[in-house]
């Protein structure tokens, strides 16, 4: 625990510290401009770098991270999030959470074509959150290159050219979790109930042991209690498995194969938020991280350095 402490008191010290950095930055930039910039934009300006440092603090802190730590946990450092920070005139939040922790849409399709097994677990997960799961047909259908319909929910152009306001499927991988209004049979309320658990990753990915919603490991761990889950999930916050064997001896009745080759304990993308208010400006940031190395192909590479995938104000 203490050394979780001390670890997230590095992280705030280097979040004040990059904030820091960048009000210096900007003061100097606007002293050298001979523009009379308002107020209000400037305030929205300043705001603005602060969340740029916010999500190139998270980067530094991941990068560390790799360094140091062969696997990923809820108990790291880089999990705990910062609220209401103090920095200058701003209050900054930020938090930092794994992308790989949630079920990788992108997974459904392997080399273009329907992937079975990634299917079976997604349905899986659908239904124990409650909704209907045939629409992972539909899923997998927009993803797939091809033009077939697979499964009784899927739907692919003609499904979607029939609308009233007619469009194509996209049939390639999906770059936000978003995407899903636009697929077959997913309305508010699917979505909402199941974006806390889905990602949209530009590669195959495992999901993390470590860091994955209850509800996505249970849909990994096929013929598993409850009771199983549920004391796996309480044995990894107390420690963070190291393997997944290790895993599996708690994980009473549950298949070994596909989820053996379909999980790990060490992440390589992570979700980025920052939120910064000053004054009357409120700036909020969201940012996909891609950390290098560690890819599932070459679980053994060596950390290098960290990338932002896509980036979006939220407000
Ligand atoms: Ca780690
Ligand atoms: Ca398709």
Do not use: C
């Amino acid at each position: 625990m203490k050394r979780t402490q001390r670890g997230v008191a590095a992280v705030t010290a280097i979040l004040v510290a990059a904030i820091a950095a960048a009000t210096a930055a900007y003061l100097l930039a606007q002293q050298s401009s001979t523009l009379n910039q308002a107020a209000l934009v400037s305030g929205r300006a300043q705001a603005d770098a602060f969340a740029r440092a916010g999500i190139d603090w998270a980067r530094g802190i991941l990068a560390e991270d790799g360094k140091r730590t062969s696997i990923d946990a809820l108990s790291e450092p880089w999990a705990q999030p910062i609220a209401g920070l103090p920095v200058e005139r701003a209050v900054v939040s930020g938090a930092i959470s794994d992308a790989q922790g949630r079920f990788n849409l992108n997974n459904l399709v392997r080399d273009g074509n329907r992937s079975d097994a990634d299917i079976a677990i997604f349905r899986r997960l659908l239904e124990g959150l409650g909704i209907d799961p045939r629409l992972a047909d539909a899923v997998a259908d927009w993803i797939d290159a091809d033009s077939t319909v697979g499964g009784e929910g899927g739907a692919e152009d003609a499904y979607y050219l029939a609308a009233p306001r007619p469009y194509r499927a996209a049939n390639q991988p999906m770059t936000q979790v978003e995407e899903l209004y636009r697929v077959r049979g997913f309305d508010r309320a699917v979505v909402s109930r199941l974006a806390p658990h889905v990602s949209a990753l530009p590669a195959r990915t495992v999901v993390n042991i470590n860091t994955a919603s209850v509800e996505v490991l249970a849909a990994y761990l096929d013929g598993a209690s409850p009771a199983a889950v549920a004391r796996i999930a309480a044995r990894r916050s107390e420690k963070p498995f190291q393997s997944l064997d290790e895993m599996f001896e708690l994980a009473e009745g549950a298949k070994r194969e596909p989820a053996q080759s379909l999980l790990g304990m060490r992440s390589s993308h992570f979700l980025v938020f920052v939120r910064v208010e000053q004054d009357d400006v409120l700036v909020g940031e969201e940012a996909l991280v891609r950390r290098g190395g560690a890819e599932p192909s070459q679980p053994a590479a060596p950390p290098g350095p960290t990338a932002i995938i896509w980036r979006r104000s939220l407000f």
